[in-house]
C-alpha cells in the first residue's frame, strides 16, 4: 500500500504548498483522494499516470478540496481520455462541476459518472473484487465525510510441496487457494490448512480531513493499518479549532490512540505555522507512531 501527498495544507496554495489531495494505491488501484488547486500539476511533478486514476473522492464542497477537480476533468479530455471516471462526493458535486462544463461548451466524451452523498451514517460507496471503501462521517462546518479504504483478504498460498505430497492434480489448485478441503481418490479428506499457507493481512487506509475532534470516528476506524487525521492546528490555537470546527495535532494523536491505529499520518496544517515539525512533537506526547505529510512526500506501508 502506498500513499502519495499531493498537497497537505490548508486553506489556500502557495507558491512552495499546495492544499488537499493524495493518491492511495492498494491492490494496483489508484485513488485519488480530494482534489485542491494545483492536483494535476502536483500529479505531474510525482510522475502519477492521469489514466489510472478511474475513481476521485471528495471529502466536501469547500474550496481547498476540491477546485483542482474541473482543472483535472478537462485535462482528461484534452487528452482523449476513454475510460470512465467515477466521482464520489457530497450532494451538489455534480452540479457544480456540469455547471462549468456546460458554460464552458466543454463536454467530456469519456464517461463521467457522479455518485453523489448525502448520508449521515457510514455506507459502502465503492467496492470490487480487491478493495472496499466506506465513508466516515466527519464533524465539519459542511457535510463531511472521510474515507475508509479496506484491501480484501486475499487467497490462500499453496503449499506446492504438501499439494505434490498428496499427488493432487493442478486443476484442483485454485479451489484450493479459495479455503476448500480436497478429497483424495481413495476417500481420504485434506484439510485446507495443511495444503496452504495464511496470506498475508490485508491493509486498511482511513482518510479523515477535515473535522472537528470526534469521537463518534472510533469504531469506523478502530485497529486501521494507517489513519490520515487533519491537524490544522497546535495546541496554542485550540480555541480556534474549535471555532472552525478542526482539529489539534494532540487531538488526532488522542482518536489515534483511542482507535488503536498503527500508525498515524498527520497534514491539513494551517499555513500559519513555519515548522510542521511541531506538529509531530506536540502529537507524539500522547501517540508515538507519527509520520508527517508533506507535498511530494510517499510512504509505503
Not at 463531511?144 to 486475499?154: A, D, P, S
Request: net charge negative; with cysteine; glycine share 4%.
Amino acid at each position: 500500500m502506498n500513499l502519495t501527498i499531493l498537497g497537505c495544507y490548508a486553506a489556500t496554495p502557495r507558491t512552495f504548498t499546495n492544499p488537499t489531495s493524495q493518491v492511495l494505491e492498494i491492490r494496483n488501484r489508484l485513488f485519488l483522494i480530494d482534489c485542491g488547486e494545483g492536483t494535476q500539476v502536483q500529479l505531474r511533478k510525482n510522475k502519477i499516470k492521469f489514466s489510472k486514476i478511474n475513481q476521485v473522492f471528495i471529502s466536501h464542497l469547500h474550496g481547498d478540496h476540491f477546485f483542482g477537480l474541473i482543472g483535472l476533468i478537462s485535462t482528461f479530455a484534452l487528452l482523449n481520455r476513454t475510460t470512465d471516471l467515477n466521482v464520489y462526493g457530497p450532494k451538489g458535486i455534480k452540479e457544480i462541476i456540469n455547471l462549468q462544463l456546460r458554460l464552458s461548451n466543454s463536454w467530456t466524451k469519456y464517461g463521467l459518472f457522479f455518485h453523489e452523498l448525502e448520508s449521515k451514517e457510514s455506507e459502502v460507496i465503492f467496492e470490487d473484487d480487491k478493495v472496499i471503501v466506506k465513508t466516515i462521517p466527519l464533524n465539519h462546518r459542511v457535510y463531511t465525510n472521510g474515507f475508509l479504504f479496506q484491501e480484501k483478504i486475499r487467497e490462500r498460498k499453496l503449499n506446492l510441496d504438501a499439494v505434490q505430497n498428496y499427488e493432487i492434480d493442478k486443476c484442483y489448485y485454485q479451489n484450493i487457494k479459495n479455503g476448500k478441503d480436497i478429497t483424495l481418490d481413495d476417500g481420504r479428506i485434506i484439510e485446507n490448512h495443511k495444503l496452504t499457507f495464511d496470506p498475508v493481512p490485508p491493509l486498511s487506509y482511513a482518510f479523515c480531513s477535515d473535522t472537528a475532534y470526534n469521537e463518534n470516528i472510533i469504531p469506523y476506524i478502530k485497529e486501521v493499518d494507517v489513519l490520515y487525521h487533519e491537524s490544522t492546528f497546535l495546541d496554542s490555537e485550540e480555541a480556534l479549532a474549535g471555532k472552525t470546527m478542526h482539529s489539534t495535532a494532540k487531538e488526532a494523536a488522542t482518536i489515534a490512540l483511542k482507535a488503536k491505529v498503527k500508525q498515524l499520518v498527520l497534514g491539513h496544517y494551517s499555513t500559519r505555522y513555519e515548522n510542521i515539525e511541531l506538529f509531530k512533537e506536540q502529537a507524539e506526547t500522547i501517540f508515538p507512531n507519527i509520520l508527517l505529510a508533506d507535498d511530494g512526500k510517499s510512504f509505503e506501508f
